[in-house]
């Protein structure tokens, strides 16, 4: 039997931003969600309050070994002004996986489903309505324990918080391409390691590449495998695509990448359009290879925030090149029209993606 | 010119534990050491305070992207009842390395010392005097920005916090051999990667393979090298140490390991002694090779929470091999005896390592 959310309305409600200086992760709304674990009770005391600051010991562990697992995602309106969620299910499902590689307890999928619900019934009218905005939505798990040996928590917080978000990257046009840095010193990720697993860690460990390619002028990293240095991974916070020669590929499930969700929906829409689309190991050496043959036709980077990003120009080593001129491919564009349609419910969901809530 | 420290003192002190009951970090002194960063005013306001929850934004940016960093050390009370610590500048040097890795803000070491001292002084009762007890240190920075972009924070708080602590290993006797896991699967970190900062995500990374090998009766893990599973790294928090034929080997800091203060003081100490250690690329086959020519004669881990922690057995795939009849080598127990006896300062300081604070 599912646990009742407790729920406390706020007595004061926050006024809200004006969709221009949204931006990305900067207002939160009323309420936020949370629910308490501990290893004798488990899961318990899920519950709805106002949006409020935590207390926390110094000695929590989250400060100091990094067990925390976070997970994103959006709430859309659509036109005829209902709220619909986007494949919410898989990030309950990857929240899990994250749990597992962590060490930490899973949560029940169906009470976390009934968290995003409801959590977003009531603040509903947080979602902003002009086009590109979304309500963005944090669900994240932290360790609590008071203790600094380095072992698993046996406390955690899961909670969810709200933001009404603007446009990813504040390049203003959503689809203008981005320029991409292959970074050849850094990594994210190896085999063995929590790149599957959408941990804190991981995105502390990308900062500095970010940083300095961001200096050198370049909007984005693009990691390469660890191990060879060879093979592309992701990007940032986006999985990434390339259509070469009328071909769409994208690198496998290395153990080493997050499974974007994003990515699974772009794959099913391409093989649904009977475009044909492979999963494998992609060299940076293949891609400038097909970019000097002419082949190269699109670059594009998936993922929740931006939807589709498509890339202009990659940098690696001495070595540069420009997509379609700079231009935005046209299947990177049919895919944005296409996904961000069904999101809002103006192009009908043949997929069976969306889950409206209300 | 330094900073002012700010002191407010408790008004109700706290019980303190019975000796036997202290453990590893469970608890807490009186009083806590804390300053802030921000973009524009640098780090200020450093204060000392009594302990006290934190409270925090739950979109601050530590429990998403994991930007925190920390240090350990100990201070140790003298037979004549003095206050000392094993050489405290090079953890907060490591600190500021952590935080370039992180891009974080350097701290000033002269106040980060500063602060050390004062929040020892006023805590210094605190401090076990009885055998193989002290105070552990815990220094450590975390990002503070309310805000979910993918960026290193504009805001950090830097704090210490102070825990009596026992025998670091539950396993009675402070000397007695730990066994060791080879892992195979898992790895704790990559060239390129955040291996070489002490930061939160390493810790979060490593509990999963640590909790397996104690499933399979084990104590710790050893890391191997992440590209060819073949070189030794380091021990959960230990660096490692192994005695072949009359000469010392330890991995060289391969750009993925801690470098460990305690393995520093080690190295430094061997060499004092003329006893030849060499910091070279170490693979777990020659371990096993020296083992079964009968020349390996002690290993063992270096850190500050065990100091010097002797290894019995390992265990790599299907093999295993046992060090010196599983009892402590004379080597272990020298370099153990030494460095406690400096710290403790029943052995004479000859290489200038201990700093008094009173
Ligand atoms: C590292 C990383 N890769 C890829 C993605 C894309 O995943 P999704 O499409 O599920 O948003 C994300 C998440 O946003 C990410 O953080
Ligand atoms: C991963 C890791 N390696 C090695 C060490 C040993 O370092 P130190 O001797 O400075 O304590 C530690 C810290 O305790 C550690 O966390």
Known sequence: MLQTIEVTKTSQKKTKPNHSELGFGKFFT?????????????????????????????????????????????????????????????????????????????????????????LIEIDKEWI????????????????????????????YKFMIILSPVGAYYNSGEQLQPVSIYVENEYVRAVRGGVGIAKTAGNYAGSLRAQTEAEKLGYDQVLWLDAIEKKYVEEVGSMNIFFKIGGKVYTPELSGSILDGITRTSVIELLEHWNIPVEQKRISVEEIFEASERGELEEIFG????????????????????????????????????????IQTGTVEDELNWTLKID
């Open 30 to 118: 009323d309420h936020m969600f949370t629910m308490d674990y501990s290893t004798d009770k488990g899961w318990h005391s899920p519950r709805i309050t106002p949006y409020a600051p935590l207390t926390l010991e110094p000695s929590s562990m989250v400060f100091h070994y990094g067990q925390a697992v976070f997970e994103g995602l959006k709430a859309y309106r659509t036109a005829d002004n209902r709220v619909q969620l986007f494949r919410p299910l898989k990030n309950v499902k990857r929240m899990n996986l994250s749990n597992e590689r962590l060490s930490m307890p899973e949560i029940p999928e169906d009470l976390a489903m009934e968290a995003l619900k409801n």
């Open 128 to 155: 902003p309505t002009e086009e590109g905005c979304s309500l963005y939505i944090r669900p994240f798990i932290i360790a609590t324990d008071a203790f600094l040996g380095v072992r698993p928590s046996s406390t």
């Open 302 to 341: 998936t993922g929740t925030a931006a939807v589709i990003s498509p890339v202009g120009k990659l940098k690696w080593g001495e070595r540069e090149l420009t997509v379609g001129n700079g231009k935005v491919g046209q299947l990177s564009l049919d895919v944005y029209n296409t996904i961000t349609g």
